[in-house]
């Protein structure tokens, strides 16, 4: 299969060429500027390998997004939520957690105002990001 042609580096300025968004040398720095700004240092011990396994365990009990059920729709949960985040004091206690797909993930928080709707949401399964 043909490859994609590559595009320029979406850092200012830099004209080199690249197959992802970033030139290599700046999506290191990139990268870098987000864990060290845009992070909330402590994200990396609330999403650790306990959350990995309450998580597995979760979806495994609740294997559908809980509100589109509710509206009658079957789609596979793509996302653990927290109803009351971490952040705000809220636990990994199964009473306060929602099996949801990306869809209804993103709307919840955009409802909340902690996302945009259009932002891309990840899972915390190995595929982790944000």
Same mark, same amino acid.
């Given at each position: 299969m043909p490859r994609m042609p590559k595009k320029p580096c979406s850092y200012p300025g830099c004209p080199r060429l690249t197959g992802g968004t970033y030139c290599e040398e700046h999506g290191k720095l990139v990268s870098q500027q987000y864990e060290q700004n845009g992070r909330d240092a402590k994200h990396g011990k609330r999403y650790g390998r306990?959350? #990995?396994?309450?998580?597995? @365990?979760? %979806? #495994? @009990?609740?294997?559908? =997004?809980?509100?589109?059920?509710? @509206?009658?729709?079957? %789609?596979? %949960?793509?996302? %653990?939520?927290?109803?009351?985040?971490? @952040? /705000?004091?809220?636990?990994? /206690?199964?009473?306060?957690?929602?099996?949801?797909?990306?869809? =209804?993930h993103a709307e919840i928080h955009a409802e909340m105002g902690t996302r945009s709707h259009n932002e891309t949401v990840y899972s915390y399964d190995g595929n982790h990001h944000a």
């Open positions: 306990n959350w #990995q396994s309450i998580r597995r @365990a979760y %979806v #495994q @009990a609740h294997p559908l =997004c809980e509100r589109c059920m509710k @509206a009658g729709r079957y %789609v596979k %949960v793509e996302e %653990v939520h927290h109803i009351k985040p971490l @952040a /705000d004091g809220g636990t990994n /206690d199964e009473s306060n957690l929602m099996s949801l797909c990306r869809k =209804c």
